[in-house]
């Protein structure tokens, strides 16, 4: 599998570490159950997929991949937190 | 049809024509008590005991391929009780238990061969948790031998002892641990539920879980409507998705893990050995094929394949600990869907919706399980109480923090395991 960095260009995915699904990290105070939702809970879909990788061997830049979970087909690739990131 | 020596020389004696179908195929009736999902080790072995122990068998198990094609048919069929962490170290050890005593009770050769499993260690950080390991094995009741160098060199001559990197200081032996014959053992429990009335229902795709006021009213299937009072879900890999249909998100992330298989070979390697330090594992099945594996692919996942990557690294690893290994072909590989937990460990609860139950997140470590999982998730929906063996395995446990069993010590989190 290549993941198509933004910086790079398409790589191997072993020169990535893998980051987990791409999720809104809640406000400190935000309260158990949002915490809970967070750490643990997620909707696994067989399907597409929202997750940050990080580039350790490459630019080090965190991407933001959109990738089927069924397929590994990659939709859409950009810099975590950047312009069209969630 | 009871199966038996006798049996065997008459059918052999008079042209194998009395063997019948091992189960039924029945058509869903309209009303069950229990409906379990999932016609897996673990939801066969749930309806098998739900008869054999609770005398219940108005239940259907609905399976939405055929029976024991998920992971009880993709795993490397290791059976073993060598867990440090309570909650665990008790549940293992009451499934080892139930194994020991399966082929009588189910009367099904399964192949169950005790034939020791070696977890080796490398330096001496390592060896005070092997020894820490195997004081809580026996303090459970099961049995750990510490083996020193000598010791493994002994019993396991083909491997690279004085390996550069990993060079080998001993092992933490476990001699009941071993492997199975895993189709066996889903066929097993299905012959056995069948047997005592339980409707084994294949084909048959559960697509969605009906609820009112707060309670499970019955499924949705494509094979139509089916009430049941009470629905076990044992869906492994796709626990995720059976859940959501009631409306509940787990704590689950879907990862693949891969096994290989080389050719059939003469017997070389006698036990089950593990190599934590390369993550590899590997063992011989009977008909001579070297069984081995490794870590996760280590991303979420449903392709049921490897990539190639992983796959890479566990040849590695396997070069590295038995430079022999390399001479061997390898056949075949293949890639299972684990639900993986947070905490690397399994969930058997009650679900918040109420006649829903739970029995999920078996990560890498499902097949051992199978009987223990079956039998004590079997006391939770007829009794619903937990059975004491499995009284850790709690839903609540991530929220809490409270009974987390993470036994590489590493923390509860996602991608960790």
């Known amino acids: 599998m290549r993941l198509p960095c933004p910086i790079c260009g398409p790589r191997d995915s072993r020169e990535f570490i893998y980051r987990g699904t791409a999720l809104d990290r809640p406000a400190p105070d935000a309260g158990t159950e949002a915490w809970e939702e967070y750490l643990h809970l997620r909707d696994n879909p067989a399907g597409p997929i929202r997750e940050f990788w990080y580039h350790h061997a490459g630019c080090t830049a965190w991407i933001e991949v959109t990738r089927n979970t069924a397929t590994h087909e990659i939709s859409d690739a950009v810099l975590a937190g950047g312009e069209g990131a969630a | ?417």
């Open chain 2, 1 to 417: 049809m009871r199966f038996s020596a006798a049996r065997i020389l008459k059918e052999g004696l008079t042209g194998n024509r009395g063997w019948r179908p091992h189960w039924r195929s029945p058509e869903p009736k309209p009303d069950y008590d229990i409906i379990i999902v999932g016609g897996g080790g673990h939801g066969l072995a749930t309806a098998y005991y739900l008869a054999r122990t609770h005398g219940l068998t108005n239940i259907a198990v609905l399976e939405k391929g055929y029976l024991g094609g998920g992971n009880v048919g993709r795993n490397t069929t290791i059976v073993r009780a060598n867990y440090a962490m309570p909650g665990n170290t008790e549940f293992y050890s009451h499934s080892l238990k139930l194994w020991e005593g399966l082929e009588q009770d189910l009367n099904y050769n399964v192949m169950h061969s005790q034939r020791g499993v070696i977890n080796l260690f490398h330096s001496d950080g390592q060896r005070d948790y092997a020894v820490r390991r195997a004081n809580a094995m026996l303090i459970q009741g099961d049995d750990a031998i510490i083996l020193d160098r000598d010791g493994v060199r002994r019993m396991l001559p083909y491997l690279d002892h004085d390996n550069a990197r990993f060079p080998i200081y001993g092992g933490l032996y476990h001699p009941r641990g071993g492997t199975a014959r895993h189709d066996a053992v889903a066929w097993g429990f299905a012959r056995g539920a069948d047997m005592r009335g339980v409707d084994l229902i294949q084909n048959c795709e559960v697509t969605g879980i009906d609820i009112e006021h707060g309670r499970v009213t019955g499924v949705q299937t494509t094979r139509g409507p089916i009430r049941a009072k009470k629905i076990g879900l044992a869906a492994a890999g796709r626990s995720s998705q059976v859940a959501a249909m009631a409306g509940l998100r787990l704590p689950i992330e879907s990862n693949i893990l891969q096994a290989f298989v080389t050719e059939g070979l003469k017997p070389v390697i006698d036990n089950v050995v593990t190599f934590g330090m390369g993550h590899f594992y590997i063992s011989q099945s009977d008909k001579g094929g070297l069984v081995f594996g490794g870590d996760l692919d280590y991303y979420a996942s449903y392709a049921a394949r490897g990539n190639l990557p992983a796959a890479e690294h566990v040849m590695e690893a396997g070069m590295a600990l038995m430079p022999m290994i390399g001479k061997a072909k390898v056949l075949r590989s293949w890639g299972g869907i684990v639900d993986m937990t947070p905490d690397g460990s399994p969930i058997i609860d009650k679900a918040p919706v109420d006649g829903l139950y739970l029995n999920c997140g078996w990560c890498y470590g499902g097949f051992k399980a199978t009987p223990g999982s079956g039998h004590t998730f079997a006391h939770l929906i007829a009794t619903d109480t937990p059975h004491e063996a499995a009284a850790g395995l709690r839903l609540d446990r991530f929220a809490s923090g409270i009974g987390l069993m993470d036994e590489e010590g590493t923390g509860s989190q996602h991608n960790l395991h």
